[in-house]
């Protein structure tokens, strides 16, 4: 809100549905009808009506079974073209010059709805190489970009994650016990990135590291990825998990951290 504009100068409805929105801009990813009636001090009918709008407008979801809310697909949408309008076009400058220098696959992924949506990819000019399926949801708990988000997320929230998640087995190498996840994740956000070694896809190894805005919070991430055979610990350590830093370090600064 501008300085010197009060709320009154605007349409009341439309403000109150932006304070519902807001409420997930923290580590709430669910919320119920009675916490947002609590935090916004509104009714519970008028937040139900403004929900059902934002819900049959897609900006909103609700889940079935604990009619909590969550953010709908079409609030991700609107944070994809942001991102690319805002900063995935300087974003891209920064994962050709990651490619340049280690000529592996680089990408740029947000979360949505626990999952991770990868948005925008560069390729290398290997002829075995990978290309990391665009705008659909992977799980986030076995991808590198996906754990170095959750990584940065409440404890509470991973809990949360860790207790309603359903860890599936999708390699041999695939992370399940939830205690041994939650382990990792700690080391995650100790070292400031994460190594998914074959657990999404047989033969395809990746490192991600999170990406800032300019108030510090997480908002996408970072990673190359490529074939297990040429991701040994060794190159991961000695050259490739410095650069995927810096590139993160350089996004981020695109967006004012």
């Not at 300085?3 to 709430?28: C, W």
């Not at 190489?129 to 659909?136: D, H, N, Y």
């Not at 108030?215 to 990825?225: D, F, N």
Request: charged residues 25%.
């Amino acid at each position: 809100m501008k300085k010197g504009k009060e709320k009154t100068d605007f349409n009341r409805s439309v403000i109150r549905a932006l304070d519902v929105l807001e409420q997930f801009l923290g580590d709430d990813h669910e919320i119920s009808l009675t916490e947002l009636s609590r935090r916004l001090g509104l009714p519970k009918n008028n937040i139900f009506r403004l929900l059902a709008t934002l819900e049959v407008h897609n900006y909103l979801g609700k889940d079935a079974l604990t009619e909590r809310y969550h953010l709908g697909f079409k609030t991700v949408e609107l944070s994809q073209n942001a991102f690319r309008q805002r900063g995935l076009g300087r974003s891209r400058g920064v994962m050709e010059r990651l490619v340049t220098a280690c000529n592996e696959t680089a990408c740029v992924s947000i979360m949505s709805d626990y999952s991770v949506i990868n948005l925008d990819a560069v390729q290398c000019d290997h002829n075995l190489r990978v290309m990391p399926p665009l705008g659909v949801q992977l799980p986030a708990y076995c991808t590198a970009p996906g754990k170095s988000l959750l990584a940065h997320f409440a404890e509470e929230a991973i809990v949360r994650y860790a207790s309603t998640n359903k860890f599936e087995k999708h390699t041999p190498h695939t992370i399940v016990d939830p205690e041994r996840w939650r382990h990792q994740l700690r080391l995650v956000a100790q070292q400031g990135y994460a190594v998914e070694m074959e657990e999404l896809n047989e033969g395809v190894t990746s490192v991600g590291a999170p990406i800032r805005d300019y108030t510090s919070r997480v908002i996408g991430a970072l990673s190359i990825l490529g074939p297990s055979q040429r991701f040994p610990l060794e190159r991961m350590e000695r050259e490739l998990v410095p650069l995927l830093k810096q590139g993160a370090a350089d996004i981020s600064a695109r967006f004012g951290y």
